[in-house]
């Protein structure tokens, strides 16, 4: 229920929809004054959520920043979550921006950083098909020369909560030894850490995929752009789900 609810509910916390009804009273509204205070408000919630400069100073304020790692450690899985590929609707499946997530677990494989993979993650969508991600990311690893005995699969979770709990259920199985690396979007990861050390597994993160750069700003940074708003809209979901989660 928790789940289908925060799939049917998630349009009330995007700017765009609140930009939507603002501008659906201001519309409706016979009373001027009242009409030119909506039409404001919409403008500049418009504004504040497609500005670069605003979105990169709260981004570098909630990604979780890379340490390198100890060159000595080696760890014995690395636990990646899915939210990287997704169904092309014809059977199979394809890599999407986050693919990022992919690439540094080959790459903690290939340097031997890490002797085994857990991708975690089935169907998140609310009417799921048949897709399930963990799945068909293990078809693409032999690509890699990457043997099957050094992959495990979860394909059954649906969100971060699920990963974190079927994860812990599959590595209780292993036997493999803690702590394990956790690879996933640096955006991600703060919600991420907080759900697994929850569940009792001892992870250290392994951030990537980042979506801000650190270059200087620019004026163009305080111009709107439709990218600016698509991210805060995936900013302002962790955010939400970071406090549900504390609070659940």
């Known amino acids: 229920m928790y789940f289908i609810l925060s799939k049917v509910l998630l349009f009330l916390i995007l700017p765009i929809y609140w930009v939507a009804v603002l501008l659906v009273i201001a519309a409706a509204s016979k009373e001027r004054k009242r009409r030119k205070r909506f039409l404001i408000a919409a403008i500049i919630v418009l504004y504040v959520f497609s500005n670069h400069f605003l979105l990169d100073l709260f981004a570098r304020k909630w ?27 014809h059977g199979g499946g394809y890599f999407s921006f986050s693919a990022d997530r992919f690439i540094q677990a080959i790459k903690l494989i290939e340097t031997k950083k890490a002797s085994h993979l857990l991708i975690t993650g089935g169907n998140g969508n609310l009417l799921p098909e048949g897709f399930r991600e963990a799945a068909w990311v293990k078809t693409q690893l032999p690509q890699f020369n990457i043997p099957d005995s050094a992959v495990l699969i979860e394909n059954n979770s649906k969100n971060t909560f699920e990963n974190a709990k079927f994860s812990k259920v599959l590595l209780q199985k292993t036997h493999l030894p803690p702590p394990y690396l956790l690879v996933t979007s640096a955006f991600h990861m703060r919600r991420s850490l907080m759900l697994f050390k929850h569940a009792g597994i001892p992870v250290i993160p392994y951030p990537c995929n980042y979506m801000v750069t650190k270059e200087q700003v620019k004026i163009a940074d305080f111009l709107p752009t439709s990218d600016a708003l698509s991210t805060w809209e995936i900013y302002i979901k962790e955010v939400v789900g970071y406090a549900v989660n504390y609070f659940k």
């Open 63 to 89: 990604d979780v920043q890379f340490q390198p790692l100890n060159n000595k450690q080696h760890y014995s899985c690395a636990i990646v979550l899915g939210g990287f590929s997704a169904s092309d609707g």
